[in-house]
């Protein structure tokens, strides 16, 4: 399962918001349920609005969403490529996951004292991505010579690997993440042997009062903020509220449903920042329902159908009926009513993987 790493400054509202993203929410029991692996990492499942409406139509009440994993990376101090504070273990975490989703703190609060004296969400951010710089660039230095070594003994591989290092270590003087350097397609595939923490998808989790959520343009510093992840990152931003999701956890169902109307939302956030860390790891989600359960299944963005069809059992990778040219882009599923009648007196025709064999019409969810 792939993992995404909450990061961020200490008070920002980081833990509280993996406490409440890993904590059985009662207003949500279907879209939060959750394992605990252990004290820092959670497993999430994924909300899918899709889920319901299909477990209604084949009369099931079992619903299986998709799931991710989540962790709460050691706190991050000015000089932690240096090892300072916690550095290196959140060097280290870093380095293990497959995505970030950086907290950044945009609101005041007197009795929560910010780490850096002031509450300066760009500046928070560029604390964090200059420490994971610092860091790539010492590993970028390291693994250049171990590859001139071997191009020298005319090895065209590790040459390659020297001419993308070479490019990168002015891109990282400059204080340019790793991921938003000019490359090819080659080079970015070559990008990612070399492991670096600026490579990594990063979403940025904004955390707002309660009262902003309704409408987060009404806070300056997310405005601004966005803007400059957009420009200077070229990163989405998400407008959460950590401690509003942290009252939902502890309230009944129809408490949380009062909560939410006097606030004039439907959710804290969490459920677009959930949404928005699964599609940033590159995953997506085809479904199956029967009696028995209705189902989310997980797949990289890009994989085909017969690889879908293998997410559920490797024999049917192997035998499902598939065009050249098939490719699943979404859920496509036949009624039961129109294919029943003709399921057992029709032999399939092979129509590609989005019909289901018996020449039913597709229904595009």
């Known amino acids: 399962m792939l993992q ?17 993203l890993t904590k059985t929410r009662k207003a949500e029991a279907a879209n939060y349920p959750f394992c605990t692996i252990d004290p820092n990492v959670g497993v ?33 101090v000015e000089g932690a490529s240096k090892g300072e504070g916690l550095g290196n273990k959140f ?55 171990k590859n001139l070594k071997k191009a020298r003994g005319n090895d065209k591989d590790a040459a390659a690997s020297v001419a993308l290092l070479e ?20 080079e970015t595939e070559r990008l990612k042997t070399f492991h670096l923490l600026s490579s990594k998808p990063m979403l940025y989790a904004c955390n707002l009062k309660e009262d902003e959520i309704a409408d987060p343009t009404t806070n300056p510093r997310f ?20 401690k509003m999701e ?10 949380a449903k009062e909560y ?29 329902a029967g009696e028995k359960e209705a189902r989310a299944w997980t797949f990289r963005k890009g994989m085909t159908a017969p690889q879908c069809a293998g997410v559920i059992h490797t024999d049917f990778e192997k035998k499902i009926y598939q065009s050249r040219s098939g490719i699943l882009r979404g859920l496509n599923i036949c009624r039961k009513h129109e294919c029943s009648s003709r399921r057992r007196q029709t032999p399939p025709r092979r129509e590609g993987v989005h019909f289901c064999g018996w020449g039913c019409r597709p229904l595009q969810m």
């Open 260 to 288: 939410l109307e006097a606030m004039g939302v439907s959710d804290s956030g969490v459920t677009s920042l959930i949404q928005a860390t699964y599609d940033l790891l590159g995953l997506a989600s085809f479904l199956t």
């Open 246 to 255: 942290e009252e939902l956890s502890e309230l009944e169902e129809e408490e």
């Open 44 to 76: 999430v499942q994924v909300p899918d609005a899709r889920l319901t409406p299909l477990a209604e139509l084949v009369k099931t009440t079992t619903l299986i969403p998709a799931a991710i994993e989540m962790v709460d990376i050691a706190g991050l």
């Open 167 to 186: 490019k990168l270590i002015p891109h990282l003087d400059e204080g340019k993440p790793a991921n938003l350097l000019p490359m090819d397609e080659d």
């Open 91 to 145: 060097l280290a975490n870093v380095r293990e996951v497959d995505a970030i989703v950086h907290v950044v703190r945009c609101f005041e609060d007197e009795d929560v004292i910010h780490n850096m004296g002031r509450v300066d969400p760009v500046a928070d951010a560029e604390v964090i991505m200059t420490e994971l710089i610092l860091a790539d660039a010492e590993s970028v230095a390291s693994q250049l010579q």
């Open 4 to 20: 995404a790493g909450i990061v961020g400054l200490p008070n920002v509202g980081k833990s509280t918001l993996f406490n409440a």
């Open 223 to 242: 405005v601004a903020f966005r803007e400059w992840a957009a420009s200077q990152q070229d990163a989405a931003c998400c407008a959460i509220s950590a």
